[in-house]
């Protein structure tokens, strides 16, 4: 993960072929947040077969990405060979969940 202005670019491993995003062009399923640890979602676009751009215009000091980090996501990233993209995040924060017993 880099920061670049209000956008953050990430950098993936193992990517066979580069990204395929399916049934639509951009990559869905992204969320960002700043300092203020609140997710939005946000926009990306593949960048060469390892990067990819990922911003909000609701969050101009970005600190953390997350990638169909929900109970449901809707996700649509696979490698160029068809393996999905496996949910992730950037930030290592607490959960909302932890104190719950």
């Known amino acids: ?3 670049q202005g209000n956008k953050i670019v990430l950098t993936f491993d193992h990517v066979d072929g ?5 049934d639509v062009n951009d990559p869905r399923g992204f969320t960002i947040a700043g300092l ?8 990306a676009k ?3 077969r390892d990067k990819i751009e990922v911003w909000s215009d609701k969050v101009s000091e970005p600190v953390a990405v ?3 980090w929900a109970d449901n996501p809707v996700c649509n990233l696979y ?4 393996l999905p993209t496996t949910p992730f995040r950037t930030d290592d924060w607490p959960g909302v969940t ?3 017993k």
Request: net charge positive; aromatic share 14%.
């Open 79 to 82: 490698s160029a060979v068809g």
């Open 46 to 48: 593949v960048l060469g």
């Open 66 to 68: 997350r990638y169909a």
């Open 18 to 22: 580069g990204f395929r995003p399916f």
């Open 1 to 3: 993960m880099e920061k």
């Open 98 to 100: 932890i104190n719950n």
């Open 36 to 43: 203020d640890r609140k997710f939005v979602q946000a926009e």
